[in-house]
């Protein structure tokens, strides 16, 4: 039951987060709205996304997921409904802001779900489930808000997509009840004065979130830039562009499950934490950074689109290091570690589009452009390479 309910929220939830973008070509040339107006509107969820992290944290641990999850739902559902009144850039802005805050606790929500329902040796498969509904969801996001959007028009199309989440919000409400595992959930520690120094003073730390921060910058592209190049620079039309920008996120799910795999096989076989977690995830932003460049300068549109696939599924292999090293850094506050480096990697994925959108605005050309996420994305491999520096757990001592 619980999977019956929680996939489809997510999948929805990603539906949602990615249908403006998809849509962002009708919706600029009906209201006369340029590029970088469009790409500050699409990248400004990121911006509430991120600062409501940790209140959402401690809101689903006050609560728990069945209350903030379901009115999560409803609340960003109810957006999506409204955003065909925006007349303009300033009330496009702040629905989408509005619709970040809103989608903050749903992770949190979903993966406490999946705590208060799955034994502790079955949790791991849940949660593989739930990061499969992301990318699952934006992958299916393409062709059904293209296709949508060709059918009926981008403004019914958003009422449409709302109106699926309220229903599934009210679902939610009415038929998921607390797992027999909620009275396991130890109470959540104290954040004291000596563990904040630690984790204050500790390069890891830094560098844990300087690697989200870089790794997300090269996926934002895949967010929020996609679309317009696919259109632009590869000359696909609305319909195709939609069936196109749905392959990289099939590969970075099936590059997910395979990443995982392959890191634990690399630790059992080294027994090294550092070569299994940071050299992997290390090898997997420079592939990125490298693949995703190159697809620039592809003469072919099929050889763009595989450098392309390549670059998003070499980011599969960051994805699962980057919560590894989170889990060594400590034992008892991962949720910090956690919430800092998701606040770091959406402050960037809420930045890096718009730039990248006023470069290309000023006439600079593709490769040029995107060499900026780019760049972050190699640097990101020396702070994967620092955040995996071996050392025991922050909170080791204190306990």
């Given amino acids: 039951m619980l999977l019956a309910l929680v ?22 040339h009906a209201l006369g709205l340029d590029y970088v107006q469009i790409s500050t509107v699409i990248a400004s969820l990121t911006w509430s996304y991120a600062v409501m992290q940790l209140p959402s944290g401690w809101l689903v641990s006050r609560i728990g997921p069945h209350r903030a999850l379901g009115v999560a739902c409803l609340l960003w559902s109810a957006v999506t409904m409204a955003m065909p009144q925006a007349s303009g850039f300033a009330s496009f802005l702040a629905f989408r802001i509005a ?18 329902w799955f034994a502790p040796a079955r949790r791991s498969r849940g949660n593989a489930v739930l990061l499969g509904c992301l990318y699952i969801g934006s992958a299916s996001a393409g062709p059904i808000t293209t296709q949508a959007v060709t059918a009926i ?19 939610w409400l009415l038929l998921y009840r607390d ?58 039309s ?12 099939l590969c970075l799910y099936a590059s997910v499950i395979v ?11 080294t027994g090294s934490v550092f070569a299994s977690r940071a050299v992997f995830g290390a090898a997997g932003a420079v592939l990125s950074a490298v693949t995703l460049e190159a697809a620039t300068l592809c003469t ?42 998701g606040f770091c990697g959406n402050v960037a994925a809420g930045i890096v589009p718009i730039v990248t959108s006023w470069m290309l605005a000023q006439g600079i050309g593709w490769s040029a452009a995107l060499a900026v996420p780019c760049l972050l994305g190699v640097l990101g491999a020396v702070f994967c390479l620092v955040a995996g520096r071996h050392g025991q757990p922050l909170d080791a001592d204190l306990f």
Wanted: charged share 10%; with cysteine; glycine share 8%.
């Fill in 7 to 28: 996939v489809p929220v997510n999948i929805m939830m990603a539906l949602d987060k990615n249908s403006f973008a998809l849509a962002a070509p009708r919706i600029g």
């Fill in 238 to 249: 609305y319909a195709s562009m939609g069936w196109v920008f749905a392959l990289p996120w």
């Fill in 259 to 269: 990443s995982g795999l392959a890191s634990d096989l690399i630790l059992r076989r």
């Fill in 300 to 341: 072919g549109t099929a050889a763009a689109v595989t450098c392309l696939c390549a670059a998003l599924a070499a980011l599969g292999m960051c994805q699962v290091s980057i919560w590894s090293l989170a889990q060594g850094l400590t034992r008892r506050y991962v949720g910090i570690v956690v919430g800092w480096a």
């Fill in 99 to 116: 619709m970040g805050a809103f989608q903050a606790p749903d992770w949190s929500a979903s993966v406490s779900a999946v705590h208060d």
């Fill in 179 to 236: 797992g027999p595992h909620r009275g396991d959930r130890a109470s959540p520690p104290r954040l004291t004065a000596p563990i904040a120094a630690a984790l204050l003073r500790s390069p890891r730390f830094w560098a844990i979130g300087a690697f989200y921060l870089c790794v997300l910058s090269v996926q934002s592209f895949y967010h929020v830039t996609l679309p317009h190049y696919l259109m632009s620079a590869r000359h696909l």
């Fill in 153 to 171: 028009g981008w403004r019914h199309a958003l009422v449409a997509f709302g109106a699926i989440g309220v229903a599934l919000s009210l679902l």
